[in-house]
Nanobody
Framework: QVQLVESGGGSVQAGGSLSLSCAAS????????MGWFRQAPGREREGVAA???????TYSDSAKGRFSISKDNAKNTLYLQMNSLKPEDTAMYYC????????????????????WGQGTQVTVAS
């Protein structure tokens, strides 16, 4: 099983940028589909962006055009570049991975992933 540790969260003004990282250990991420998810207080966890084993990416409607997911297999690290941040982006952000085959249509479904990090808090002030 892969272990995941997120970093890079923090507080930023609306319109600002943050770059999140997810360092993996215990296995190589090249064999996993991976994603970024977020959960705000009182709300369900939702998918933000996902990347497949071959690099195919998908984004939620709220993330399209503002966020960019990438991975560096050599560094065993997943990234999320977030630009033009809005107060509604405030949440705990989690990275997740699955070694199972994942249909593209389920790439942003939290239930499709079985390896999770502890999360990193992102707060966007208006």
């Amino acid at each position: 099983q892969v272990q995941l540790v997120e970093s890079g969260g923090g507080s930023v003004q609306a319109g600002g940028s943050l770059s999140l990282s997810c360092a993996a250990s215990g296995d190589t991420i090249s064999t996993y589909a991976m994603g970024w998810f977020r959960q705000a207080p009182g709300r369900e966890r939702e998918g933000v962006a996902a990347i497949g084993r071959t690099g195919t990416t998908t984004y939620s409607d709220s993330a399209k055009g503002r966020f960019s997911i990438s991975k560096d297999n050599a560094k065993n690290t997943l990234y999320l570049q977030m630009n033009s941040l809005k107060p509604e982006d405030t949440a705990m952000y989690y990275c997740a991975a699955t070694a199972f085959w994942l249909a593209y249509a389920r790439a942003l479904a939290p239930s499709a992933y079985n390896n999770w990090g502890q999360g990193t808090q992102v707060t966007v002030a208006s």
